[in-house]
């Protein structure tokens, strides 16, 4: 895509006019793009919520996540804090699960 200083309008390498909107990223996003939202989005959410559930093996996982001894070093400190932050603010819930999997993924 070509653009020229100070324009709003820009070219595809087909010569094809394409617009090059700048701004609040927000305001741009409600007022020129439709909103999709719904049963597909619906979908994801089910499919995330069986996906993760924090108990006995979360807690394992997360012991060794944040604590020193028993990871033996192999977990970086920002990992084993940031980790230790998200439990204390947002709790023992599915989100939580999940970002305790990842980070020992």
Same mark, same amino acid.
């Given at each position: 895509?070509?653009?020229?200083?100070?324009?709003?309008?820009?070219?595809?390498?087909?010569?094809? %006019?394409? /617009?090059?909107?700048?701004? @609040?990223? #927000?305001?741009?996003?409600? +007022?020129?793009?439709?909103?999709?939202?719904?049963?597909?989005?619906?979908?994801?959410?089910?499919?995330?919520?069986?996906?993760?559930?924090?108990? %006995?093996? /979360?807690?394992?996982?997360? @012991?060794? #996540?944040?604590?020193?001894? +028993?990871?033996?070093?192999?977990?970086?400190?920002?990992?084993?804090?940031?980790?230790?932050?998200?439990?204390?603010?947002?709790?023992?819930?599915?989100?939580?699960?999940?970002?305790?999997?990842?980070?020992?993924?």
């Amino acid at each position: 895509m070509i653009v020229s200083a100070g324009s709003d309008r820009a070219f595809s390498a087909q010569g094809r %006019a394409r /617009t090059l909107s700048y701004g @609040d990223d #927000l305001d741009i996003l409600r +007022r020129y793009i439709p909103d999709e939202s719904g049963s597909e989005s619906d979908t994801q959410l089910v499919a995330f919520e069986g996906a993760s559930h924090w108990g %006995a093996d /979360t807690e394992r996982v997360y @012991d060794c #996540l944040t604590n020193a001894s +028993r990871h033996e070093g192999r977990v970086p400190d920002n990992v084993s804090t940031i980790t230790a932050a998200l439990r204390h603010d947002i709790g023992e819930n599915q989100m939580m699960a999940y970002l305790v999997e990842m980070a020992a993924a």
